[in-house]
């Protein structure tokens, strides 16, 4: 069973826990469908509102998408998700710990960060071709006056996928 939210990040301010429900538009798996491993069972391992995995199966994926704990379960062979990025802190370690694959959806500014620095020399990024526009939803409806716009950059951050080069540009 998944946790909501604000039990898995003990977050106390119940407006700045709404605002992390950004959903992954299927644009964004389209993106690099040419660079998500075929030959794995992808985990999608944060759910939203379920609609990310059904896109990476409609591009072909096997891909497992349901509504459990990231922190508590281990599922298929890579992960490919966009994650709260309020729970990042979090979740790296959890990364360190499963030590599988992953492509994960992230904010440029992600890449500076201390906690994220443990993967320093060891992840490589995907350059998406313009800003991923996210779809923003409010206790899982989208609020009135949502322009589907998204006002900072993000990257694809990728962990034992052998690229052919630290920085893909597409």
């Known amino acids: ?61 096997d891909t497992i998408h349901e509504p459990i704990d990231f922190f508590n379960e281990d599922r298929g062979e890579a992960i490919v998700s966009n994650p709260p990025f309020a729970l990042v802190k979090k979740i790296v370690p959890r990364l360190i710990e499963l030590d599988k694959p992953f492509i994960l959806i992230l904010p440029v500014s992600k890449l500076n960060t201390q906690y994220f620095r443990a993967f320093k020399d060891k992840i490589q990024l995907i350059i998406p071709p313009s800003r991923i526009h996210f779809d923003k939803k409010v206790d899982g409806e989208t609020p009135d006056g949502w322009k589907n716009s998204c006002y900072f950059d993000c990257f694809y951050y990728c962990y034992k996928m052998n690229l052919a080069s630290d920085i893909t540009w597409i």
């Open 1 to 61: 069973m998944s946790l909501p939210f604000n039990q898995i990040c003990d977050v106390k301010d119940v407006d700045y826990i709404k605002c992390d429900d950004y959903m992954t538009p299927k644009s964004a798996w389209e993106n690099i469908k040419d660079y998500i491993p075929r030959d794995k069972v992808i985990w999608e391992a944060f759910y939203g509102d379920g609609k990310s995995g059904n896109y990476l199966k409609e591009l072909g994926f």
